[in-house]
């Protein structure tokens, strides 16, 4: 059984930083692309970052430059380094593993809130 579990996520000030991780099991996911995902209320889901399987990172605009995405496949482990972090940053951030089948975590909230 394939899980994705998220954990990291909490309230945070404008300006703070948090990193998120992501436990995936079940998978190799040295054989997947990994990544992040939010949801804001209200919202569609947007994509924030993602790695493939070598070194090449990709990141949605609105996070470039403030947050980095990376990963150890020897732990099955994927970060989110979250620096600067906006109020818009306000979500639940799923971790997502794409390849021959795509899977999802069932989320971390992050909360930007002074």
């Known amino acids: 059984q394939v899980q994705l579990v998220e954990s990291g996520g909490g309230l945070v000030q404008p300006g703070g930083s948090l990193t998120l991780s992501c436990v995936a099991s079940?998978?190799?996911?040295?054989?997947?692309?990994m990544g992040w995902d939010r949801q804001a209320s209200g919202k569609e889901r947007e994509f924030v970052a993602g790695?493939?399987?070598?070194?090449?990172?990709y990141y949605g605009d609105s996070v470039k430059g403030r947050f980095t995405i990376s990963r150890d496949n020897d732990k099955n482990t994927v970060w989110l380094q979250m620096n600067s972090l906006k109020s818009e940053d306000t979500a639940v951030y799923y971790c997502t593993a794409a390849g021959a089948v795509d899977y999802w975590g069932q989320g971390t909230q992050v909360t930007v809130s002074s």
């Open positions: 790695i493939g399987t070598g070194v090449d990172t």
């Open positions: 079940g998978l190799a996911s040295s054989d997947h692309r």
